[in-house]
């Protein structure tokens, strides 16, 4: 190990140096908000709003409490009903099935693309049933699903689309015809996290929400504040879900550093990507053509399953955390039994989670943190 290597220091992200970078700008916007006491729908929640629409390009963006609840009013906005049924990967954190059964729909779920991790989009069609109202498409690890032809899809049978754009803001989708597009900006409504160890992270909860259609906006603004357009005057169900005034604050001043904070993530990958290419004890993630990546994950493919739970075993003797996203996929998570998944129903997805393992990326990954990791994951195989 390299003697300038604290290996109790390498974490999967770390928050506090990063705040460190920027601990004169957060402290003061902060300071303005408790100065101000307009602590919820303070003037902060509005001013991000607008500067988020601006850095994506969406036509409309409405902040909420939290990533599942922008899932939630995403979907109450486009009048889903019980038992319309919803396509959604089967391969992806459990909030966006979560959400469709909790709204008495149905997952319709779909495999993935074993080195992309992305929704097989060839598998679209042979699950669209005349009570298939929309997709739920998820931007996982960082770069954006292939929206071109999920939209295509989406455009033949009249469904509606939802981007789980969660791990994926900032990344930039381009269509065949050169047109380009930020993850959340393409479907009908893109939602994010501001979970804090997301890209864009927050110290705390939040989320928000994407459209270009102003009329949806408007559902989707009134649902999330109790179905109210005027204070106390209800016009639909709605549910309690708002970004409060230190939370936007904080995102204000972070999203100026996010294009940076990529670059860095970037980098990281790049480095890892150079040290592993062509490795035979395991596949490094795929960078699809149409979408640039903000590595939100640096997610490698054990070729062995066994050798995946011994060298994360491995990694955390040396000091050098790893997670697993995801263990078990949803169509076979106990909850979810009911809506008939069984073992090999989706071959790729169930493959994934015994072989994927994700390795440290974050914006303040040192040089030196790095280089050991590497050196740990290479002297593994090399001791096998």
Request: proline residues 3%.
């Amino acid at each position: 190990m390299p003697e300038s290597v604290n290996n109790k220091s390498i974490q999967m992200v770390d928050l506090k140096t990063q705040y460190e970078g920027i601990k004169s700008e957060v402290d003061a916007a902060i300071q303005e908000v408790i100065s101000q006491s307009a602590f919820i729908n303070g003037p902060q929640v509005k001013k991000f709003a607008s500067e988020l629409k601006d850095y994506t390009g969406a036509g409309h963006v409405i902040t909420c409490g939290n990533g599942t609840d922008a899932l939630q009013i995403a979907m109450m906005a486009l009048d889903f009903q019980a038992g319309d049924e919803i396509i959604v990967p089967a391969f992806t954190y459990v909030a966006t099935v979560e959400v469709i059964a909790l709204l008495g729909l149905t997952p319709v779920f779909v495999d993935v693309f074993e080195h992309s991790f992305e929704l097989d989009v060839r598998q679209l069609e042979s699950k669209i049933t005349e009570k298939t109202v929309g997709i739920v498409t998820v931007h996982l690890y960082g770069q954006c699903s292939n929206m071109e032809e999920i939209l295509r899809i989406s455009d033949k049978y009249k469904l509606k689309v939802i981007e789980d754009g969660a791990q994926a803001l900032g990344a930039c989708y381009t269509f065949s015809d050169g047109t380009k597009a930020q993850a959340g900006t393409m479907g009908d409504i893109g939602i994010t996290s501001f979970f804090p160890s997301k890209n864009l992270g927050c110290f705390g909860d939040g989320g928000a929400m994407f459209t270009n259609n102003e009329h949806l906006a408007e559902k989707l603004q009134m649902i999330a504040n109790h179905g109210q357009k005027k204070k106390y005057f209800h016009d639909s169900i709605g549910v309690n879900s708002r970004l409060d005034s230190l939370q936007a604050a904080v995102l204000s001043v972070k999203l100026k550093h996010l294009d940076s904070y990529s670059e860095a993530r970037n980098k990281v990958a790049d480095q890892y990507d150079q040290a592993f290419t062509k490795h035979p004890g395991f596949y490094f993630p795929e960078r699809v053509p149409y979408s640039t990546h903000v590595f939100h994950q640096y997610t490698i493919r054990l070729r062995e399953s066994a050798n995946r739970d011994q060298l994360k075993s491995y990694l955390q003797e040396k000091g050098i955390p790893s997670m697993i996203y995801y263990p078990l996929p949803l169509h076979l998570q106990k909850a979810y039994l009911h809506f008939g998944g069984r073992v090999g129903q989706f071959p790729v997805a169930e493959k994934l989670c015994k072989e994927v393992l994700s390795l440290p990326i974050h914006t303040e990954m040192k040089a030196e943190q790095q280089e050991y990791i590497i050196d740990s994951v290479l002297s593994f195989f090399k001791a096998k």
